[in-house]
């Protein structure tokens, strides 16, 4: 290192030197900074969403790099949010990439003490067993003398979380077979 | 709104920054209070009464909007002889049958003709046009319970008969001088008895917000579920939408009463709705005694004035979009295939339902409530006596673990090896890992894109519905069961693409589901709005409200046009149903005349020149319908609305300030003490709402506490509230299993005064336990400021306030709040009342294993609680105080 690149890296001459008198911007950079780069450069591209937690709705811009996901950020477009994300919207990556997501079926029969695996093919076969089952089982034409055609059998709680076209699945799906005791988080 | 909504909250700060005074209304100190111009801390419970207060005060003063009210409002409208308001019977209204715990709404009609609910309960008329009755013989009860509060949507109401009004607002049956005669009570002396508001800052609040609601100026109200966890939670915000009628401050930029919701697509999930009570577009579900027949259903709950007149083309439209080709006019565009209602089937009766047996499976899609709901010990217990159990979610929530290490196998009362329930986990995609609309709070559908793949096991839930439909209707494929033919019969043909990471496992493509939310004509074309909808099954659509947001083949929700390179109003940032509006009823905007109130609140106006209707935002009206237009006598549907006619909702096209038919608990709000409240109620001799919804939930789990001045009440001397902090988000299944949000918020806890922590001997940062009825939880003491004891009613009263984020599981766990709260409901919407109750609070750790029964039994014993607590009937104007037979 020549004198002079010694002494433009001492951050008080910077001070002086740039005009930050204060050494609150690029003189507080060191060489470590002064080449750290964010995580979003060399992602591969950025996708739209919007944030998972509340119904204000802020933008987000998921960044992806080798078909993974390795930052989300506010999206300074959205004239909602302007960039901004609160602590939850802000923790959108852990919720998202965290070690505390499941990625495998879990089986509990009835009795049993422990979890046990499942393949998911299997276990949507159960399912669709079950669903079948019960809903033959708690099935009415009538009530009271009055027609009904639904079943009492299973019931289905959730979708204030999730897409408007999955609620339209739950609720054409489910209404299609009888059941009406459906909700969601309307409620609470 | 700074915890729970902190980036919406930025506006408020806005607005602040430009000369708005912000006031924050809540019985604890938050980060919103801290940025306010004025903190009006009340005791929880008491909104209506403080809101009362300010009606009040508006009417004795004069500070009311004059042009807007006559114009706009139903202030004019004179009510029928029948009708008798609280003031005459001791705090309940005419019609109430005390031991049904029902009202009887015919005396509550206008003189002179019969309206339909735009929202609520439109069955109360309904019922009679099926019956063809007079409305003497109402519906029967299930008709009643069956919860059509959710029945709104952007629509006109039906009308029959000429109304009489009087449009100097003299008339003593005017709904202007009931509102008076009804209000007057609401004194400033009443409002600080009852909230614990000191007179001096209750007035300055009036005096605040009427300054600021004039022609030149708006004010806005923003709630939560502070206002509706109540058993008179809708009441709450029908208080502030007479208040806010009354100061002009509806369909104004500016203005409004803007619910803040929870959960990303809440709003969503309520149009489209995953509710038991409404099809999606609110349209009411069917019910046995009045839907035998499509015809039959149309008349009775169409309208006759307003786009609810359409139901029909919305209903056919919504069939032709779930049974296409097998949906004929011979078979009714298979109606007959819809499941009817008898009664209420809210979750809450779900699980009383599950107690019973009758109901033995049941799918979790993304919501906990073996933590997230009231009285989460009922949920369990019902998750305990189902067949199986299917759980949707990211991580092993309470509600898929509790047959393992739920508090009742602590307790001891349920033993692993004994509970015969079947469980499925599955894990879910994240919103990165499926494409997809929400709708947010404001009604503003916005599309999320899918950035990755989902790995291992996880799937979106469209994939789930998509293929456990799929294998359903294999397994039934060939059946000749009558009961079979809706789910053979269904459109399930959905285009898939491909999952390189899972091969053969193919996920639909939402936005073919968005566009038969949004509809098509008999040629396949998108359509554009709701108005091309038709009766005759030309057109298929599955969200009338929705219709537009996929117009012309492109999906409108993914607009995303920067908001610095549009006007303030953004409307090409997403779509907003209905027709892509920003803000309802914005003919208010305008003066009758056309022309706007003010130039500083110009939004919407009428150009002579060009005949019609222009602005910052698309009308909310016929654009071309000229402010003096008079419709013909004969008018129906939406041309039988005037010029003037701003809430298009509405029979008469006029904001409520009294409600004619649409609500089951009375035409105008009156102050009721929550079920279980440590004060008794200052202004009626009725304790709690009449009608409240109780006796469905009955259970020994589910165990009510005396109130007010009744024997035992003492034991259960505190006002207690449940809320949220910014750190975690509802139960906690989306944040506790964060390190960044666990950290930032570790441990459960609760909220004290200093008075309180001495009276009590609680220390900061130590232990307590919480007590009532249901349960006993224990939390970390805050002693604070921020949950003020107030004087009320003549003495001082502590409050405790706890959030109830918490539960077993997760990185930070703590005790569920909801441990502690009942199932008690609203009776016009089935929210039970999680933000006003009464409890004891004690030093240390609560009791573990069967001792925490033990604990709570002898609460039981102390307060005199039997299963008839809590239960007493109404007073109905005769008999003695409600509750004062006590326990
Ligand atoms: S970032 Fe915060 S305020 Fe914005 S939507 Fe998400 S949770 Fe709500």
Known sequence: MGVKSWMESWPVYRQWADGDPLGRGSAAKSRTSGTLQPRIADADHVTKSVCPFCAVGCGQNVYVKDERVVQIEGDPDSPISRGRLCPRGSSSLQLTTGDAREYAVRYRRPGGTEWEDLDLDTAMDMIAGRVVASRREGWQWEHEGMRVRRTMGFASLGGATLDNEENYLIKKLFTALGAIQIENQARI | MAECHPVGFQWVMEAKARGATVIHVDPRFTRTSALADLHVPLRAGTDIAFLGGI?????????????????????????????????????????????????????????????????????????????????????RSGVREAARGEAHGSGGAGITGDFETDETLQHPRTV????????????????????????????????????????????????????THHTVGV????????????????????????????????????????????????IPMLHAESS????????????????????GSYLVSLLKAWW??????????????????????????????QLEGECKGYFLLGENPAVGSANAKMQRLGMANLDWLVVRDFSLIESATWWKDGPEIETGEMRTEDIGTEVFFLPAA?????????????????????????????????????????????????????????????????????????????????????????????????????????????????????????????????RRKPGTEQDWVAKEWGWAWPANRRILYNRASAAPDGTPWSERKAYLWWD??????????????????????????????????????????????????????????????????????????PLYRQQRNPVRQIEPVVHPADRFQPSGDEPGAQVFPYALTTYRIAEHHTAGGMSRWSPYLSELAPTMFCEVAPELARERGLEHGGWAHVVTARNVIEARVMVTDR??????????????????????????????????????????????????????????????????????????????????TGLDPAVGGAAGKDGKDGT
């Open chain 2, 176 to 227: 202007f001088q009931i509102l008076k005669r009804h209000f007057s009570r609401y004194t400033p002396e009443m409002v600080a008895e009852t909230c614990g508001v000191p007179m001096e800052t209750f007035l300055r609040v009036c005096e605040l917000l009427e300054e600021n609601s004039t022609p030149e100026r708006t004010s806005a109200f923003v709630y939560s579920v502070g206002w």
């Open chain 2, 608 to 681: 002579a020149d060009e005949k019609k209707w222009v602005g910052h935002d698309v009308p909310d009206f016929s654009p071309t319908k000229a402010p003096d237009h008079v419709p013909p006598e004969d008018a129906t549907g939406v041309a039988a609305l005037s010029g003037t006619d701003a809430f298009i909702m509405q029979a008469d096209g006029k904001a409520w300030l009294y409600v004619p038919a649409g609500l089951t608990d009375g035409p105008l709000p009156a102050h009721y003490e929550s079920q279980e409240s440590p004060v008794d109620n």
């Open chain 2, 324 to 353: 296409g080709p097998a949906a004929t006019a011979e078979n009714e565009y298979c109606f007959d295939y819809l499941p009817r209602l008898t009664g209420s089937h809210s979750s809450f009766e779900t699980v009383m339902a």
């Open chain 2, 235 to 282: 009441q709450y915000v029908r208080t502030a939408s007479i208040l806010q009628a009354l100061l002009g401050n509806i369909g104004r930029p500016g203005g409004g009463i803007l619910a803040l919701r929870g959960h990303a697509s809440i709003q969503g999930s309520t149009d489209i709705p995953t509710l038991f009570n409404i099809l999606p577009g609110y």
């Open chain 2, 787 to 868: 949950m003020p004891s107030l004087r009320v009613a003549g003495r001082v009263l502590h409050q405790v306030g706890l959030p109830y984020h918490w539960g077993p599981n997760g990185l930070v766990t703590g005790d569920a709040a909801n441990e502690l709260t009942s199932l008690v409901m609203d009776p016009n919407v089935h929210i039970m009342e999680t933000k006003a109750l009464a409890c004891d609070i004690r030093p240390g750790r609560r009791p573990r294993g069967p001792d925490r029964l033990a604990l709570v039994a002898d609460y039981h014993r102390r307060a005199g609680i039997t299963e008839r």
């Open chain 2, 55 to 139: 009606i009040n005060h508006v009417l004795e003063n004069e500070r009311y909007f004059h042009d807007y009210v006559v114009a706009y409002t139903n202030a004019s409208t004179l009510v029928g002889e029948d009708f008798v308001d609280t003031e005459d019977l001791d705090g309940v209204f005419s019609g109430l049958d005390p031991e049904e715990r029902h009202y009887d709404f015919s005396t509550w009609q206008y003189e002179g003709g019969e309206v339909q609910a735009a929202s609520g309960a439109r069955y109360q008329v309904a019922g009679e046009r099926v019956e063809g009755k007079d409305g003497s013989d109402g519906p």
């Open chain 2, 430 to 558: 994240a919103h990165t890992e499926k494409d997809g609309s929400f709708t947010n709070t404001q009604r503003l559908l916005q599309w999320h894109h899918q950035a990755v793949e989902p790995a291992g096991d996880a799937r979106s839930d469209l994939w789930f519905l998509f293929h456990l439909g799929r294998k359903i209707r294999e397994r039934l494929a060939g059946s000749t069961d009558e009961r079979d033919r809706p789910i053979l019969d269904l459109t399930w043909d959905y285009p898939t693409k491909p999952m390189p990471s899972h091969p053969g496992d193919d996920e639909p493509e939402a936005e073919a589901v968005l566009a038969e939310i949004n509809g098509w004509d008999g040629h396949g074309t998108p359509l554009s709005s709701y108005q091309q909808l038709r009766a005759d099954g030309s057109t298929a659509c599955g969200c009338w409200i929705y219709c537009g947001t996929y117009a012309d083949g492109v999906n409108q929700a993914a």
């Open chain 2, 292 to 311: 035998t027949d499509l015809q039959t259903y149309v008349a009775a709950e169409k309208a006759e004035k307003g786009y609810w007149a359409e139901l």
